[in-house]
């Protein structure tokens, strides 16, 4: 494909901004470059958006017809998933809550289960690992999603257990986890964003990682499936965790609430000219939030979480932050906060943290109330989770 043929807009399609006072420059104009494609209808920007790769985190990108595997993101269906015990926390040893955890998670990039202990969902099931061409060719990626099944990987995916707490006053133990579909969405992500870059070679260097696939092309419904696939997979994964967890505790479950962040679907959107049209809409880092749409909005190791139900705010194509959103990248956080004892900086929030980094210290994101306060409009918050153990990733 000519250089010629893949044109920027001259001006980017207008889209909404929420928080803009929390939002850098740099990360307004790469969603500018983003609107200047040409398959671009509508976006939206969150309050926790910062620069991503090709889509800022904290993106909504709406297309006509074609679909960007980076604008989904490496971690294809990363979601949050929280499940509310009906016991009172007060009433519930903590010494358990911890042991079910130690036992029944697996950190680290690499992380897997043995194969006597393994995880089974029918998701490992599914005729798409022999029918898929790119899974047909890479057989031993249903091996590595079988040893992945109920695990959380690095960065920042967690499982925490603490209180959920209600308006009314009502207060609950709670775990909630935070991961993705591993190593099958990286692996599937990686080969279609080559490929789409390959297919598109005069994009400007400036969105070169937003190359897509028209959606009814081979190579647009061979991803389209494998995404499908990851979220399901990802989906499958939190259930992992939380039965084994559920099952440790022996505990009644009141309610589960849980959401994807990064996804893309079909959906009708308005566009900035007030037309209604059905696009792909790329949320990358964005929490779904059409009408009473329940999600999971975290905070920091060090802050709470919120669960809310979105209020259908078309301007935001239905969306809301998934996050408080980051102010530093990993290395500068590791520069800045040398030397300091995260652990004992959680014990005096009343929080353990078991693993964790310096860069996802609670001072690498914004402020989540200030977050929430940007986006009342958006999503109700229905209860707050507050973290009593932090599990994550050790470097």
């Known amino acids: 494909m000519a250089r010629s043929e893949v044109e920027l807009r001259p001006e980017p399609v207008p889209f909404t901004v929420c928080g ?6 740099a990360t307004l104009e790469q969603m500018r470059d983003a609107m200047r494609l040409p398959v671009a209808v509508a ?3 969150a309050p926790d958006a910062h620069v991503g790769y090709g889509l800022p985190i904290g993106g909504v990108w709406a297309t006509a017809g074609a679909v960007s595997p980076y604008a989904v993101g490496v971690d294809i269906g990363c979601r949050m998933q929280v499940t509310v015990f009906d016991a009172d926390p007060d009433a519930v040893d903590l010494e358990r809550v911890r042991e079910a955890i130690l036992r029944h998670t697996v950190f680290g990039a690499g992380g897997a289960f043995p194969r006597g202990g393994r995880n089974h969902d029918p998701v490992l099931d599914s005729p798409e690992w022999r029918e898929h061409p790119f899974l047909r060719r890479n057989p031993r990626l249903l091996d590595t999603a079988a040893a992945q099944l109920g695990t959380s990987g690095g960065g920042n995916h967690f499982v925490n257990a603490g209180v959920v707490v209600y308006p009314d006053g009502t207060r609950r133990l709670g775990i909630m986890s935070h991961s993705g579909s591993r190593g099958l969405g990286a692996q599937v992500a990686g080969h279609y964003s080559r490929l789409a870059q390959q297919l598109r070679p005069g994009l400007d260097r400036r969105v070169r990682h937003l190359a897509w696939f028209d959606l009814d092309s081979e ?4 991803y389209w499936r494998a995404m499908q696939l990851a979220g399901r997979y990802a989906a499958a994964n939190h259930d992992a965790i939380h039965r084994r967890i559920t099952a440790h505790l022996g505990l009644p479950v009141a309610d589960t609430i ?4 990064n996804f893309a679907w079909l959906e009708d959107v308005v566009t900035p000219t007030g037309e209604t049209v059905r696009a792909v809409v790329h949320r990358k880092g964005a929490t779904p939030a059409g009408p009473g749409v329940r999600g999971v909005i975290p905070g920091s190791m060090g802050t709470p979480a919120k669960l809310v139900e979105g209020k259908g705010d078309p301007e935001s194509l239905r969306s809301a932050s998934h996050g408080s959103g980051r102010v530093m990248s990993r290395g500068q956080a590791k520069r800045a906060l040398a030397g300091r004892d995260l652990r004992a900086e959680m014990r005096e929030r009343g929080i353990e943290l078991i693993g964790g980094t310096l860069d996802e210290a609670p001072d690498v994101y914004k402020p989540i109330d200030e977050i929430m306060r940007h986006q009342e409009h958006l999503v109700e918050e229905v209860a707050e989770f507050r973290p009593r153990l ?4 050790d470097d």
């Open 20 to 25: 803009r006072e929390l939002i850098d420059d």
């Open 258 to 261: 849980s959401n994807f962040h």
């Open 219 to 222: 190579e647009g419904q061979e």
């Open 43 to 45: 976006g939206f920007l």
């Open 390 to 393: 932090v599990r994550m990733a």
